[in-house]
């Protein structure tokens, strides 16, 4: 029976459990498919290749992705580490003022005796000068030749670098050998050794550590631009042109354009003209071959090119541009002198090293050399040698002008006279004095008795020579002169009477005599000691010399007045003069100066005479004519004169008479046009000396004649001399017997 009621509503159940399942769906049949042959294009991707020159294309723009895919990564990476480098750089880059003085050594400025400098030492640095305090046309000059575009790059400039690559290639060199294209940046780079101080326990010296410091390697040349972007970095561009100014180098031991300034024209750097300013930049590039002191001309043509790129970059008009092309700069008188360089390297040798040659400070030394006379001695020598001198003889000369309290005020050690560091032979050589030996065995004899007008015999003498047997000296000229007084003696150089009066005063007389007067070398300890055959250098003997002037004293030569350092106002060390201890008496020393007087009015060194100038001297020439002096003086100046060959080869016709004679003329010639004539400190005799029978026999015996004749208290050896006056003091005491 069917339900009759209401139907009722299906319940959520009913929904969701339905009784009954819908039915399965019956798959669709798949519509049969024709097989048929269907040809169809395959899809290629754009970038597969096409063609025969599809694959040769494909590969080469595939490699070419790749680089460019490497290239943009690897740029980032370089320039990543490159920042990095250039940010430790900049971090380790001392302040400005801590890198102006790169200087391992001090320097060491020489003046003349009237306090303007003459000569410089060591490493040369002037005061510190910047691009508003130095010479606008300095930093003109500087850009112009250098680096035209300084302003404007970062540190390097590709363009230059290229340029340089291209004619280096040209030249036949390597890119990187000859033409490097640095900018002023980079070369401030290298001036700092790529901030590699210089340590001595690292390097064998300075010169191995700048050379390491230039060297031009890829590697270095990479490391170099690192840290000139370093450079632009920490510092202005004016703060980098400052620190070029003060650093580079630039010829004759000079550091900055100051120095330079200061070497060559005798100005400051804030007073150089346009040609000056052009000059020193003209340098830079090679400050050996373009400085003025080595070849004016070719350093003057160097200046005018840098002119003509000044007026190319705006910094000169036309008309500036000419003038001073037309009017080039000149080197100061004492650049253009280049005197006192021999003089100048015995005071840095003769003082202590840690003030000259090692000094870590900068050094003042005032001298005594006057510049007038060093000029006249180096003037002097070179005529004599261009005119009297064979061309292409090997033969040397020095000179020696001091006064006669040991000043020195003039010093030629050789014929080249614009030298430093060279052989000093006035100083340095040991030579055999010959007859200029002679006025310090009259000097033993005067000073114990005897007198300019005494006689003696010259006539054969032998004298027998413990260990040596019999030695029997000749005269120069072969002869003998009989009965001579010690003046004719002297003013002859003859040779027996010299080695009798020695014999006779006493060798040991004789010896102490010239070594109190200054000559410290070995003295000879035979007869020959009369003859020079003992050594010494032309400074000691000279100063010998200045003893007899000066009244008998013995003096020091010697070249120092003052020594200071820079910036203090007190002096290390001072000196007033040379004179020391008396060694002969005042008497005898005018009679010495009267003897040797006559040397040049009448005997062998009458070619020294100058008329309406009183002149002493004494010639010298040794054993086959080795060595040739003369050593003369006025009443103001001594000189010494010497001439020989540095390896002993004889002279050929010179003797001390002869050239070293005629060279000391030129000289005092020369010194003594501005003075007025002295007298010397002499004796003047109203007569010659006449023989009075007195004389010494070849035994040294002194017999009395029939005049008026004195015995000299020196007519003995020095030790009867002595028991004499000893018998004579007891004698006045206990009476005659």
Known sequence: MSPTGPKRPKLVADKRYSKTKPAAKKPARRKSRKPTTKHTTRRTSPNRPKGILGWPIFLIGW???????????????????????????????????????????????????YGAVYAWRGDQRGRTITTETASPHLANAIIASEDKRFYGHLGLSPRGIASAIRINLSEGRGPLSGHGGSTLTQQVAKLLCLGVPFDPNEWKNEAAYEADCRQGSLRRKIKEAVYALALET??????????????????????GFDAAAQRYFSIPASELNPAQAAMLAGMLPKPSVYAPTANLKRSQDRAATVLRLMNEQGYLSDEETAQFQANPATLSTAAKAQAGGYFADWIMGDLPAFLTRKTTEDVIIKTTLDPRIQTAAEDAMTKIFETK????????????????????????????????????????????????????????????????????????????????????????????????????????????PAVK????????????????????????????????????????????FAGILNGGSAVIPYGLTELSLVGESDPLMTQTGGIGERVISQQAAQQLVYMMSRVVEAGTGSRAKIDGLEIAGKTGTTNSSRDAWFIGFTAEYVMGVWMGYDDNTPLKGVTGGGLPA?????????????????????IRPGSAPQF???????????????????????????????????????????GKN
């Not at 880059?93 to 320097?107: E, F, Q, V």
């Not at 007389?509 to 410290?520: C, K, L, N, T």
């Open 63 to 113: 490699v070419f992705r790749l680089i460019w895919r490497l290239t943009w990564k690897s740029a980032v990476v370089v320039t990543l580490l490159v920042a990095g480098a250039v940010f430790y750089f900049a971090s380790t880059i001392p302040d400005l003022n801590a890198l102006l003085d790169g200087r391992a050594k001090g320097s060491v400025t020489i003046l003349d005796r």
């Open 662 to 682: 005629e060279m000391w003329r030129e000289a005092m010639v020369r010194i003594q046009s501005e003075l007025v004539p002295t007298p010397l400190p002499m």
């Open 692 to 734: 009075d029978g007195r004389l010494i026999t070849s035994d040294g015996r002194v017999i009395q004649g029939q005049g008026q004749g004195r015995r000299p208290q020196g007519g003995q050896n020095v030790g009867q001399a002595v028991e004499d006056a000893l018998i004579g003091v007891l004698r006045s005491i206990f």
């Open 501 to 544: 009066v020695a014999e006779d005063v006493g060798l040991e007389a004789v010896r102490s005599v010239a070594s109190m007067f200054g000559i410290e070398s070995d003295l000879a300890a035979g007869p020959a000691l009369a003859l020079g055959a003992s050594e010494s250098t032309l400074l000691e003997t000279t100063g010998a």
């Open 234 to 255: 920490k510092f202005s561009k004016d703060e980098i042109l400052t620190i070029y100014l003060n650093r580079a180098y630039l010829g004759a031991g000079s550091h």
């Open 389 to 496: 001198v064979s061309p292409g003889s090997e033969a040397e000369a020095a000179i020696v002008v001091m006064s006669s309290d040991g000043a020195v005020r003039g010093m030629v050690g050789g014929r080249e006279t614009k030298v430093t560091g060279a052989f000093n032979r006035a100083t340095q050589a040991k030579r055999q004095t010959g007859s200029a030996f002679k006025p310090f065995v009259y000097a033993a004899a005067l000073d114990m008795g005897y007198r300019w007008d005494d006689f003696i015999l010259d006539e054969p003498y032998c004298v027998n020579v413990p260990g040596s047997g019999e030695w029997c000296p000749k005269n120069y000229t072969r002869k003998h002169y009989g009965n001579v007084s010690l003046t004719e003696a002297l003013a002859r150089s003859l040779n027996i």
